[in-house]
């Protein structure tokens, strides 16, 4: 079966722009959830999706955003990018969202502000 | 809300050696308690993980002890080899949202 997949797996852009990552879980999970990873704040939740809902949200500003797809897909948006929102984005899915079960992680998208 | 505490934040073992990585939580609600590992340029993969209705859990070199009462958990590895070096994060959840800590970094010196 396979994993976890993200799309981009790097990106640069500049202060301002705007980004959108995707992220495909493993076939029959129905449970996105997205972290952000930094050397100084280390993973952190940002939000997860069940059923095209969101569900569960972390402690981040507005411009971070996300959406579930029908076949369980998700994408999450950063607006108006700031130099500290670079870092490594990871996504993870879960069979059931009964909470809490199993999370896998896919490999991650690397983010650079410049 | 949540709250998980990693120690110690590096460890440096000799290969045979076991390596023991400590955690505490904070909300007595959390019933879920993952380890990861990580190596560098990957996403964190899943090596063992506990429910709060079990004290202990063993898979191979690798074993997890709960202790519900003083809120806090541990990892064991034993017979270290170098392929163990990597991040390892333990985390604490009653539902979707991870509360990671802060990572180990662990050696394992040949």
């Known amino acids: 079966k396979a994993g976890v997949t993200q799309t981009p797996r790097y990106l640069i852009k500049t202060r301002g722009q705007q980004v959108t990552l995707s992220c495909s879980p493993i076939s029959g999970h129905r449970s996105v959830s997205w972290y952000q990873q930094t050397p100084g704040q280390g993973l952190q939740f940002l939000f997860e999706y069940f059923s095209e809902t969101q569900r569960n949200k972390g402690n981040f500003p507005g411009r971070f955003s996300g959406r579930q797809f029908s076949n369980s897909r998700s994408e999450m948006n950063v607006s108006t990018l700031e130099l500290g929102d670079s870092a490594l984005y990871l996504c993870?899915?879960?069979?059931?969202?009964?909470?809490?079960?199993?999370?896998?992680f896919g490999p991650g998208t690397r983010l650079t502000v410049l | 809300g949540e709250n998980v505490e990693q120690h110690p934040s590096t460890l440096s073992v000799q290969e045979g050696d076991s390596a023991v990585i400590k955690c505490t939580y904070s909300?007595?609600?959390?019933?879920?308690f993952p380890w990861y590992k990580q190596e560098l340029g990957k996403g964190p993969q899943l090596i063992i993980d506990i429910r709060s209705n079990v004290g202990e859990k063993k898979d191979q070199r690798i074993a997890v002890t709960l202790n519900k009462t003083a809120k806090h958990f541990s990892l064991h590895i034993t017979e270290t080899q170098p392929e163990d070096s990597a991040v390892y994060f333990c985390a604490a959840s009653k539902s979707e949202k991870l509360v990671f800590g802060k990572g180990t970094k662990l050696t394992v010196n040949p």
């Open positions: 909300d007595s609600a959390s019933n879920y």
């Open positions: 993870a899915s879960s069979l059931v969202a009964g909470g809490p079960d199993t999370q896998y």
